[in-house]
């Protein structure tokens, strides 16, 4: 995740965060700053040095500590991101849990389906943080949504099939 803004004081500012790893890094005016600790970085400019803050993380919003001001460089997740690939792993645990809706349609339920729907609501909050417009990140919740109930499906008709 790469996140550029502009700064009247500093110039540009670029942080980039790999999601997988959570190796961060910042450069400030074009200059890479150096890393102090996990989430500090500092530069010198004419002998004196510059420390810069790093609060939170790709996850929960990032916010730059510089100069006695904060700067949101990544805004925290809306609730509509938390709630939505919530839904994904409630619907498979109570679909696939109640013998009356699976007659419907069959849906593992239980360790399977909730490893299963876990796996595909992480996938889509991570998704959907990439994501800029809000119809980008419905889209990206159907999609999961769909593939939950898709790979659900496909292994209680294996299950039963059995």
Known sequence: MKKTISNETYGE????ESPWTGKKGLTVGGTPLEKKDKNTFEREIDGTRETFGIKGSFITGVKLL?????HVLI??????EIVLP???FAFILVWGNIVATCKI???VGGAIGGA?????????????RFAN???LKLLVFA????STVLVCYLIASAIISA
């Not at 805004?75 to 509509?80: E, I, R, S």
């Not at 999609?143 to 769909?146: E, H, L, P, S, T």
């Open 133 to 135: 417009k809000l119809y």
């Open 86 to 88: 919530l839904i994904i």
């Open 105 to 107: 349609l069959p849906l």
């Open 116 to 128: 299963v729907s876990g796996l595909f609501a992480m996938v889509c909050f991570l998704v959907m």
């Open 13 to 16: 500012i670029v942080y980039y």
């Open 143 to 146: 999609g999961c949504f769909a």
């Open 66 to 70: 510089a100069g006695g001001q904060t």
């Open 75 to 80: 805004d925290a997740p809306k609730w509509y």
